[in-house]
């Protein structure tokens, strides 16, 4: 038998302290309301068409939006210089100007600034002055629906989701969780208490999926980050590759154990772990450089998206090795009641001692 | 035996990746390939396929010129609908069901991926993905309005027939436009009687005129319409005892007050086996030839009933718009336009790059890393992303932004199943098995790990498909689609066809003699035999050993 040349098992409590530290911040974050940004597809908001005279690309009427506040505006082309947009709800929009003298309303401040970076806007009959003798600004301003609309109650009980896509997805990943959950209880049958595996994996699996809110979540807080349809997407992504990377490592240490190599349980996982560990880097890296190359080419719309994905696939890789099949021998070597018999001694003993010192 | 079966499968994957290859080529190949070689352009794909129709064999066309992709990624049609009438009691519950109505169409006709909002007070803006605004309005437009037709019959019996000309009927009805005395009046031609004798000498049922079937209902005479039936219309093939898949039956169910006036009309046709049409939103449904479908009633019927001569999509287009309602409010469109992709109009072209480029990365890693497996599990990952989009295309899969995550996750899963299958080839070769036994260890080792990662991901996959069905949330049930059919494919690919590609290999001589190419840090010993050497076996990891007697 090889001595383990590297001690990843006895590490472990040193793992977990990483996970705590990367982990609490985030989940603090996700405590502080407004918890996560929600993109427009979650709310309701303004939708106009903008039409200009001169020449204007769909890029540079979205850097025009992004200066007056409105980065995340969806905007589609729809013909020569014609613009369908979809922001956020304006401040004071009315679906028309307002006849005399009124503070400007926020599409009035939108429309002023666009005219003052891409010259007039013209109407559907090609003017650029209106009737009254107004400049013409935004055709059909209208209000519009969430496109994400709310079909589930589920707010109530995870205050942190909004409504309808995270709703539902939350709860798919809830069943999806007990599904692998028992699946890995029925596939790890052979080995010594199975139900561990599909429980350090679901566990592992809430790790990656927190963490991905957490830093989303403070992301939203510092540089306004929102969370679109598309991130919902990327951390079912996250999750299924999580799972994925747990059950392989897994494998291994099933194959270990039932060949009866290592003296402990402890012992099996490391030689497994270090079996496999050429494995998880080579899977994580290649996707790593699939989502990078996304990352570099795919241009900016994606970009929440991408970096969910990223964030995701290292933090999966990650949490199969130092998370997962740690959870596996610290749950065989009784960790846990230990570290709370250690944990209460300490209180005992400080308790005695904050008696003992009055009387002292 | 056994080798001329691994020749055999590896000329149909070349086959098949061929065809797979020419299938998604795009039809301007510049955009996504370096410009400086002049590509053939594609032309789509355009197959028969032989059906089984009525036991006759027959060739359906399929034609697929592009992707099909979702909003995101290609824009498409966006329709305003506003109600025909603004004046009904009830705007915002009315607007709010017809949104519910219009979403289900739209996603029920298979194009998923669509948006439907609600647009200030009064409107609906619907978006749909890559088709042009009349198959869209045909799509949402129709009011569903079914209608049972019966014959215009005079007192003596005689069918109503118009041979060289039209009648006009009234709004999305089949109620005839009659003169003052309430005689039928043709806009061309003449309205003729002709006596009806079931037999060949009827007139045909493409120049009968018809009216609404009409039956009194607790004393009043009310028409039989779409309104009484149960929302489980269905479409069944019947199967002749030769297997064979018959004409498509639309099996309708009608509540009771249908019932009832079912029964009286069909008591008043069935004597004389006179016909009964069909009319939806005041148009008479046709079958395959093109003739008004008109069944002649020989029985009299009352709560279920059936429509054939339908074709097979005609015959699921109805059902979903029999079972999807009718709109509690009239809509018009007031405004059509084409829109482009909402993550701009290289959305696409970026996306596909990115992928190309990704593509390269993870094969240029793994065969600097693998060597000359690595080569081979470039190969099948080609194989793979053929295959894939292949698929896509042909089905066909809407693809937007959350099917490009899962593919992208299927081809680290594909990746992975290569990489462990090779990891375990490296270790048996480090430890002195022969080539072909490594290879064969390798995949059969790697095969239980593989096989529950898989598992749990299409199961995973599968739950996330029955949430966005039970949800409408098509973004979630596209990811989910691409997720399955991903996995399958990789598990074909990064096994059958990796193992195919490999064995070849091993065959060829000057190849196989170079264990090097197989694996970098061999012990040097074992590289230079280049066989088996059981002594450093047992002495370095003694586990094949003990695995070998049991």
């Known amino acids: 038998m090889r001595p383990p040349v590297l001690d990843l098992v006895g590490k472990r409590n040193w793992f977990y302290l990483v996970s705590i530290l990367v982990l609490v911040p985030g989940l603090i974050s996700l405590l502080i309301p407004p918890r996560v940004k929600l993109g427009i597809d979650f709310s309701a908001g303004s939708t106009f068409t903008v039409r200009f005279e001169e020449p204007t690309t769909r890029e540079e009427l979205k850097d025009g939006l992004a200066t007056v506040g409105h980065a995340d505006a969806r ?144 992301l939203g807080k510092m540089i306004d980050t929102e969370i679109t349809k598309d991130f919902v997407v990327a951390l079912l992504t996250v999750i299924g590759f999580s799972v994925h990377d747990s059950i392989v490592v897994f494998d291994r240490i099933r194959e270990t154990v039932s060949r009866g190599e290592g003296r402990t349980f402890g012992e099996a996982v490391n030689t497994s772990l270090l079996q496999t560990m050429g494995r998880s880097m080579n899977t994580s890296l290649t996707l790593v450089f699939a989502i990078l190359a996304l990352l570099l080419i795919g241009g900016d719309s994606i970009r929440e998206f991408l970096w969910a994905m990223l964030i995701g696939v290292v933090t999966g890789a990650y949490s199969s090795v130092f998370v997962a099949s740690q959870i596996l021998v610290s749950w065989d070597e009784d960790d846990l009641p230990r570290f709370w018999r250690r944990l209460l001694r300490r209180a005992d003993h400080e308790e005695y001692e904050a008696e003992a010192s009055p009387a002292g | 035996m056994r080798r001329w079966w691994s020749r055999l499968l590896l000329l149909a994957i070349i086959g098949l990746t061929a065809f797979s290859g020419i299938v998604v080529w795009p039809s301007e190949p510049d955009r996504y390939l370096p410009d400086q070689i002049p590509w053939p352009e594609g032309r789509g794909i355009k197959m028969k396929l032989p059906t ?16 099909s992709l979702g909003l995101d990624l290609r824009g498409g049609t966006r329709l305003v609908l506003a109600p025909a009438d603004a004046r009904i009691d009830d705007l915002d519950a009315a607007l709010e069901g017809a949104r519910r109505v219009v979403e289900r169409r739209v996603n029920e006709f298979g194009v998923a991926e669509s948006e439907v909002n609600r647009l200030g007070n009064d409107r609906l803006s619907v978006q749909l993905p890559g088709i042009d605004p ?52 043709a806009t061309a031609g003449a309205v003729e009687f002709l006596p009806w ?70 008591a008043r046709l069935a004597p004389r086996q006179l016909p009964l049409a069909f009319f939806l939103d005041g148009e008479p449904i046709r079958g395959e030839d093109d003739a008004v479908i008109a069944p002649r009633v020989n029985q009299t019927l009352s709560a279920q009933g059936i429509i054939t001569g ?106 992975d199943a290569n990489i462990l299958i090779f990891e375990r080839m490296k270790e048996e070769l480090r430890v002195g098995r022969n080539l072909v036994v490594a290879l064969e260890d390798g995949f059969n080792r790697a095969w239980s790990s593989i096989r529950d990662s898989n598992i749990s991901s299409i199961m ?19 990811f989910a689609l691409v997720w399955i059919i991903g996995v399958l494919i990789s598990m074909f690919t990064a096994i059958i066809v990796t193992r195919t590609f490999m064995r070849f290999i091993i065959g060829v001589r000057p190849l196989a003699r170079r264990l090097g190419l197989f694996a970098a840090d061999l012990p040097d010993d074992v590289r230079r035999a280049g066989r088996p050497a059981p002594a450093v076996a047992g002495g370095a990891g003694g586990g094949p050993a003990k695995r070998e007697e049991r």
């Open chain 2, 134 to 185: 009349e198959e869209a309005i045909d799509k949402i437009g129709r009011t569903a309005l079914l209608q049972f037709c019966e014959p215009v019959t005079d007192a003596g019996g005689n069918v109503a027939v118009v041979r060289n000309g039209t009648v006009t009927y009234e709004g999305q009805t089949c109620e005839p436009q009659r003169d003052a005395q309430g005689n039928v009046v």
């Open chain 1, 75 to 218: 905007v589609q082309g729809t013909g020569q210089n014609e613009f369908l947009v979809r922001t956020q709800e304006l401040r004071g929009a009315a679906s028309q100007p307002p006849v005399g003298p009124a503070p400007p309303s926020e599409r009035e401040e939108i429309e002023d600034a666009l005219r003052a970076e891409f010259g007039n806007m013209v109407d559907a009959q090609g003017r650029t002055v209106d009737e009254r003798g107004q400049p013409v600004g935004f055709i059909e301003f209208s209000s519009i629906s969430a496109t994400v609309s709310g079909k589930l109650g589920l707010q109530k009980s995870f205050p942190f989701i909004c409504c309808g896509i995270t709703g539902n997805a939350v709860s798919a990943v809830v069943f999806a969780s007990l599904a692998i959950f028992v699946y890995l209880w029925y596939s790890f049958r052979t080995v010594a208490q199975p139900f561990r595996f599909g429980a350090a994996a679901v566990i592992a699996l809430l790790h990656d999926a927190f963490l991905v809110v957490g830093v989303f979540s403070i």
């Open chain 2, 52 to 67: 089984i129709e009525g036991g006759t064999f027959g060739l359906t066309t399929i034609e697929r010129r592009a992707m």
């Open chain 2, 197 to 266: 004798a079931n037999d060949e000498n009827d007139p045909s049922s493409n120049f009968i005129v018809w009216q609404p079937a009409k039956a009194d209902l607790d004393g009043v005479e009310t028409e039989l319409t779409g309104r009484f039936l149960r929302p489980n219309t269905r479409v069944d093939r019947t199967v002749t005892p030769d297997n064979i898949l018959g004409d498509p039956i639309l099996n309708f169910e009608f509540n009771p007050d249908g019932a009832d006036i079912l029964e009286s009309v069909t």
């Open chain 2, 310 to 415: 339908l074709e097979n999509d005609e015959a699921q287009d109805l059902s979903t718009l029999l079972n999807t309602g009718a709109f509690p409010v009239a809509l018009v469109v007031v405004q059509q336009q084409d829109v482009d992709a909402t993550l701009g109009d290289n959305a696409v072209r970026n996306t596909v790059i990115a992928g190309e480029v990704a593509l390269l990365v993870i094969m240029l890693f793994m065969v600097l890393y693998y060597r000359l497996p690595g080569v081979m599990a470039s190969l099948a990952l080609v194989c793979y992303t053929s295959f894939a989009l292949a698929i896509f295309k042909l089905v066909p899969v809407t693809l937007t932004l959350a099917g490009v995550g899962a593919f992208v996750l299927s081809l680290g899963m594909a990746v």
């Open chain 2, 460 to 478: 995973t996959a599968l739950i996330l498909y029955w949430f966005g069905n039970q949800f409408d949330e098509s973004s979630i049930k596209g």
